[in-house]
């Protein structure tokens, strides 16, 4: 082969790397940044939805969004869960909730009655809706608006239960709880980290507040008189010969000023700790009862006998 029928060997590009060459801007190499979601739609109840009854909606705390919405939050590349905020601009009330389908009518959004009562709308009116993000929920405490909450048996059970459907809470809403076909409304007065915070897959404490009119059972007062047990009253009775036991007698039979007390004082025995009842026989209960002492304004009755101490009677009819 000549010289100049050699193949031209190809020129070394000018470009150091490549391999990326040709890459240009086809690949994603950058992120793009979630783009929020505005929107104002036609609010109405669960109950308008047309086809069958759906009480799972009424149950939790999600909204039914129509189809076009979801195509405009997959354009605007939205961080999930999907969470939003909803706003009432007459009454400048907000709450906060996930999605639960996208099978609405265009232009209309169906909410729980619940959620309709908390920010003051009703049929027909017109609600802004944001895409948030929101932190996850930690600590929540609920105070039930009536003192029938009260006669469940596990209400933190209960509430666990129903917290499932609900992907958010926001501090000052009013949710209903169902159970035993009955509604049961709770007040969120406190969340944590934030007003606002997601409860999806989430280990979250609870706490209860007292219900509304709920009054503390009263406890019983004690009584004026304590039954003071005396811990002589406790000593088994001297038995045998007792030195000094007999009552002291005056020669012109006048009883002793200190008689009383002094009889009582020495009849009592001495008490002393830790000494067993010996007289104690098997298979017998000895109840003590301690009376209550009268009260110092009291006279207590006298039951020491007198002589001579009854009414006389005549047998002739006096005149």
């Known amino acids: 082969m000549s010289r100049r029928d050699r193949i031209p060997r190809p020129e070394r590009p000018n470009n150091p790397f490549p391999a990326y060459r040709h890459v240009g801007f086809g690949f994603n190499m ?5 783009r929020p979601f505005d929107a104002t739609y036609q609010c109405f109840s669960v109950a308008m939805l047309p086809g069958n009854e759906r009480q799972d909606v009424e149950r939790g705390g999600k909204i039914i969004m129509p189809p076009s919405a979801l195509e405009k939050l997959t354009r605007l590349n939205i961080n999930y869960p999907m969470l939003f905020k909803l706003t009432n601009k007459k009454s400048k009330r907000e709450t906060h909730s996930g999605v639960l389908e996208f099978v609405a009518d265009e232009g209309k959004i169906y909410l729980p009655l619940w959620m309709m009562h908390n920010m003051n709308l009703d049929e027909g009116d017109l609600v802004q ?18 003192s029938d909450f009260l006669d ?18 926001t501090k000052g809403d009013i949710i209903a709880v169902q159970y035993n076909q009955k509604v049961y409304e709770l007040l969120v007065l406190e969340t944590k980290p934030g007003d ?34 005396d811990p002589s009253d406790l000593m088994p009775e001297p038995s045998g010969f007792v030195a ?3 009552a002291g007698n005056r ?33 017998t209960l000895r109840f003590i009862r301690q009376t209550a002492k009268p009260k110092n304004n009291e006279n207590p009755e006298n039951d020491e006998f007198k002589p001579f101490s009854g009414t006389g009677f005549s047998l002739r009819a006096r005149t």
């Open 30 to 34: 950058f992120p793009e940044i979630p």
């Open 129 to 146: 809706i944001e895409s948030v993000s929101l932190p996850v929920g930690t600590f929540s405490r609920f105070q039930p608006l009536s």
């Open 152 to 169: 469940i048996t596990n209400p933190t059970a209960v509430l666990e239960n129903c917290l499932r459907s609900f992907a958010c809470l």
């Open 196 to 229: 606002a915070i997601s409860i999806i897959e989430c280990d979250m404490n609870v706490e209860f507040a007292a219900p509304v009119g709920y009054q503390e059972p009263e406890v019983p007062k004690k009584r004026d008189e304590e039954m003071v047990l």
């Open 244 to 246: 000094f036991k007999g």
């Open 251 to 283: 020669l012109d039979g006048k009883k002793r000023k200190d008689s009383s007390s002094a009889d009582q004082g020495a009849s009592k025995p001495v008490y002393v700790r830790g000494i067993p009842d010996y007289d104690y026989q098997i298979g």
